[in-house]
């Protein structure tokens, strides 16, 4: 806990038993320094115009040598955690084609792990991980997308398609001039 003597930071109580001097003391509040998660979801635009919701998951934690900080300077952690992870989403995957966000999902937590920190830190919280935990593109894009790739599968599947459907009636030909050669 934090004590406070006449209203004033005295000094953070670790855990167990302790006396207070009653009225002059008072337990202020307690922190937790266990590692607590975030689950985020964020909606925004690909640079080819594609809207995405991403979802998003980030550990953090009090820092134990900072409780001072962790504890007189946000009101709200998770507030000030979600609004900058999302803030910094939004602002970096507009500039990323859809393809490219998939492919760079781990580059992408990695940024927003050291600009959380980063931030984070100033404050007395420590960032453990940041994770994309899934990406769905809309539905009719998803849908699209699988189109897409059956007509380029089914594109190189045309040339040995055609050279089976010429070598059936290569040696059909072959076929009938030896029947007719034989009659």
């Known amino acids: 806990g934090v004590l406070e003597r006449f209203g004033k930071f005295e000094r953070i109580l670790e855990p167990g038993m302790h006396r207070l001097i009653w009225p002059m003391e008072r337990e202020a509040g307690r922190i937790s320094v266990r590692v ?13 115009h594609v809207f995405l919701n991403i979802h998003i998951s980030i550990q953090y934690q ?17 507030l000030q955690i979600t609004s900058h992870a999302l803030d910094t989403l939004r602002s970096t995957l507009p500039q990323m084609d859809l ?11 990695l940024e927003l792990h050291r600009s959380l920190n980063g931030t984070m830190n100033r404050y007395g919280y420590l960032i453990h991980h940041v994770l994309l935990t899934r990406i769905y593109p809309n539905e009719h894009v998803k849908i699209s997308m699988n189109e897409m790739q059956a007509s380029k599968r089914m594109k190189e599947a045309m040339p040995h ?19 007719d050669y034989l009659n």
């Open 62 to 78: 009090a820092d134990f040598h900072h409780l001072f900080e962790s504890f007189y300077t946000l009101t709200s952690p998770t």
């Open 36 to 48: 607590r998660q975030i689950d985020l979801r964020c909606e925004t635009k690909s640079r080819d």
């Open 99 to 109: 393809d490219d966000i998939f492919s760079s999902q781990e580059s992408i937590a």
């Open 161 to 179: 398609k055609a050279e089976a459907v010429r070598l059936q009636l290569v040696k059909e030909a072959e076929g009938r001039a030896e029947r």
